[in-house]
C-alpha cells in the first residue's frame, strides 16, 4: 500500500484535482465477491489524532456528498458541506477530536470509483458502466480498510446523516467491539418503496439523455448533463418541505416577467429557476455512472434483510452507545423510521437516546443552521466522553 497525494487523472474531463488519497494495491472483495483493485480511497482528516488513538469520529457523507467536510472544498471554492458543525470550537470540535471523512466508494471525488481507472484488464481504461454493483456494506469495508491502516482500533463515533446514517448504522452492525457510539440522523434502516421510486425517476432521466450511451459516454467525450441535472432537480425537491419551498418561492414570478405577458416554455416561477440551478451547479461536479452506482447501493439497503427481515437480530451484536436524530419534517426519511431504529435497539438492550429535532426545512435541515441539532450533537459527544472517562476510571 502506498500513501499518494497526486493529480487525479478523470476519464470524462481534461480537469486534474489534487485528491489526498490512499493506495491498497490488495483491492477490496465486494459483498457480490467480486473483486477492485487496486483501491483508491480518498479522505480528509481533520485536527489530531490522540496518543492512544481513542478520539477518531468518522464522519459519513450523504448520497452526492465528499470527502470535504469543512475548509474549502476545491472544486466549488465554497465551504464544507459541513463547516458550520466541524471545527475548533465547534460541536464536533477539532480541538479534541481527530475527524476523518472518506469519500464513498463509487463515487466521484477520488475514492475508485466508475470513472476511475482499471487496472486488472490488459488495456487500462475507465470503468465506467462495467463497475459492479455495490451496497452500503461495501462502502463501510471500505472505510474499514483506511481505519486499519492507521492502527485506530476503536472510533469513538460513527456520525453520518441520510445515506451516511445507513453506514453509521451498518457500521454498528458489522463492527460491534470497533464503534464507542454512533450518531444516525434524517435517516432509516432500509430504503422504503418510495425511496426507491424517486430514485427510479432520476435514473431514468440519466438513461434518456441520448448522451447517456449506455453508460460509456467517457468513450465519446460527453455527458449525459440534461439527464443527470433533472436526476438532480428531482431528489433536491425530497430534501425540502413544502413550507419550506413556501417560504423561499411561494408562487412568485421571475423578475422579468412581472407587468409582461406570461411565457408558454422557459422557467416562470422563481422555484423553477433555483431548481435549474441546482441541477446544472450538480453536473459539474458529478458523475452520472457515480450516481447511479450510489443510488443503487441506498435501494439495496436493508440492515434487516440477512437477519430474516428482523432488525432485531441485526441489532443482535451491536455495542456502541446510540444518538438516533429525525427532523419533524422530513418526509423522505420520516421520524417513524428512527422510532423503528430506536424500538429495535431498545428490544435488544442498547444503550440509545432520541432526539426529534423540530424544524420546517425538510430532510436537509442536517446541512443548515439548526441550533438545536448543535446542541444534541455536542451534548451527545459531552455525555458519552463522560461516560467513557467513568468506565475507563472503574476499570
Not at 190 to 203: D, L, W
Not at 213 to 220: I, K
Not at 349 to 376: M, Q, R, W
Request: proline content about 4%.
Amino acid at each position: 500500500m502506498v500513501i499518494s497525494e497526486k493529480q487525479d487523472e478523470i476519464c470524462e474531463t481534461n480537469q486534474d484535482q489534487l485528491i489526498q488519497k490512499l493506495v491498497f494495491p490488495e483491492g477490496i472483495t465486494l459483498e457480490s465477491g467480486k473483486i477492485i483493485a487496486p483501491l483508491e480511497i480518498a479522505y480528509q482528516t481533520y485536527g489530531q489524532l490522540s496518543e492512544f488513538k481513542d478520539n477518531a469520529i468518522l464522519i459519513c457523507h450523504a448520497l452526492t456528498g465528499d470527502q470535504y467536510v469543512a475548509g474549502i472544498h476545491p472544486v466549488t471554492k465554497k465551504p464544507g458541506w459541513w463547516s458550520k458543525m466541524v471545527g475548533s470550537g465547534l460541536p464536533i470540535d477539532t480541538d479534541k477530536y481527530f475527524v476523518i471523512c472518506t469519500n464513498v466508494l463509487g463515487s466521484c471525488m477520488g475514492t475508485t470509483g466508475p470513472r476511475s481507472i482499471r487496472e486488472d484488464i490488459s488495456q487500462p481504461r475507465c470503468w465506467g458502466a462495467e463497475f459492479p454493483a455495490i451496497t452500503i456494506k461495501d462502502m463501510v469495508n471500505t472505510q474499514k480498510i483506511l481505519i486499519d491502516y492507521w492502527g485506530i482500533e476503536r472510533l469513538f463515533a460513527v456520525i453520518g446523516g441520510s445515506m451516511g446514517g445507513m453506514q453509521a448504522l451498518q457500521w454498528a452492525v458489522s463492527y460491534p467491539d470497533q464503534v464507542y457510539s454512533v450518531m444516525p440522523i434524517a435517516t432509516s434502516s432500509f430504503h422504503s418503496a418510495q425511496n426507491i421510486a424517486f430514485n427510479e425517476v432520476g435514473r431514468q432521466a440519466i438513461f434518456s439523455d441520448p448522451d447517456w450511451r449506455d453508460g460509456e459516454y467517457w468513450r465519446y467525450g460527453v455527458t449525459p448533463y440534461r439527464g443527470l441535472a433533472v436526476a438532480r432537480m428531482m431528489a433536491h425537491i425530497t430534501y425540502l418541505s413544502e413550507d419550506a419551498l413556501n417560504r423561499k418561492f411561494g408562487r412568485k414570478l421571475q423578475e422579468s416577467l412581472k407587468g409582461s405577458s406570461l411565457p408558454i416554455f422557459g422557467d416562470m416561477f422563481q422555484v423553477e429557476s433555483y431548481l435549474h440551478y441546482q441541477g446544472s451547479n450538480f453536473v459539474r461536479r458529478f458523475d452520472a455512472n457515480s450516481y447511479v452506482t450510489i443510488t443503487r447501493a441506498m435501494d439495496w439497503f436493508d440492515l434487516s434483510q440477512t437477519h430474516d427481515g428482523d432488525l432485531v437480530k441485526a441489532f443482535a451484536p451491536v455495542q456502541s452507545r446510540f444518538c438516533v436524530i429525525s427532523l419533524s419534517s422530513d418526509w423522505l426519511f420520516p421520524t417513524s423510521r428512527s422510532r423503528v431504529i430506536v424500538q429495535a435497539l431498545n428490544r435488544v438492550g442498547a444503550k440509545v437516546s432520541f432526539v426529534e429535532i423540530t424544524t420546517d426545512k425538510g430532510h436537509d435541515a442536517f446541512l443548515l443552521e439548526e441550533p438545536n441539532l448543535d446542541l444534541t450533537i455536542q451534548g451527545f459527544l459531552v455525555g458519552i466522553e463522560e461516560q467513557r472517562r467513568l468506565e475507563n476510571y472503574a476499570s
